[in-house]
């Protein structure tokens, strides 16, 4: 069953709706360090192709683009997964839900540490300061 073209063109006007009414606050060099630390698909562990961002807690469920919420996912586990829950999903695929959960948890501390620090260091860097540059941008 294919779906028509305006089905899919109103779908992706919604998606732009909920995309503008939320805050993203995911940065580049917070992605590279969620990538560089799942090593692959967070899901199925699928190293070697392109990675997309993908919200534990979906858009349409009231998630955003942020540290805490996303994960790195192989085009067919993004695509698979789509707007549900992610336990459920996981165990409808027979994925590992508790070894997934652990490790976000895991990486999402630790990631949140890192990004913190550099965060504090900036503020007590008076050049920083001075010339209102942050860690993200450098």
């Keep these: 069953m294919t779906v028509s073209r305006t089905r899919r063109a109103r779908a ?9 009414g939320v805050e993203h606050d995911l940065t580049g060099p917070q992605w590279d360090a969620l ?11 699928a190293a070697g192709s392109a990675l997309q961002r993908d919200c534990v807690l979906p858009i349409s469920r009231g998630g955003r683009y942020t540290l805490d919420n996303v994960v790195p996912a192989c085009r067919s586990c993004n695509a698979s997964k789509c707007g549900d829950e992610v336990t459920g999903w996981l165990r409808r695929r027979k994925l590992d ?10 990486i999402r501390a630790a990631l949140v540490a890192q990004f913190e620090r ?12 001075a010339v209102g540059v942050n ?4």
Excluded: I, N
């Design 12 to 20: 992706s006007r919604k998606r732009q709706r909920r995309m503008r």
């Design 35 to 45: 990538q560089a630390a799942w090593g692959g698909c967070a899901y199925c562990g």
């Design 97 to 106: 839900e508790s070894r997934f959960l652990l490790r976000h948890l895991q």
């Design 118 to 129: 550099r965060e504090s260091d900036d503020r007590a860097d008076p050049v920083v300061q």
């Design 135 to 138: 860690a993200a941008t450098r």
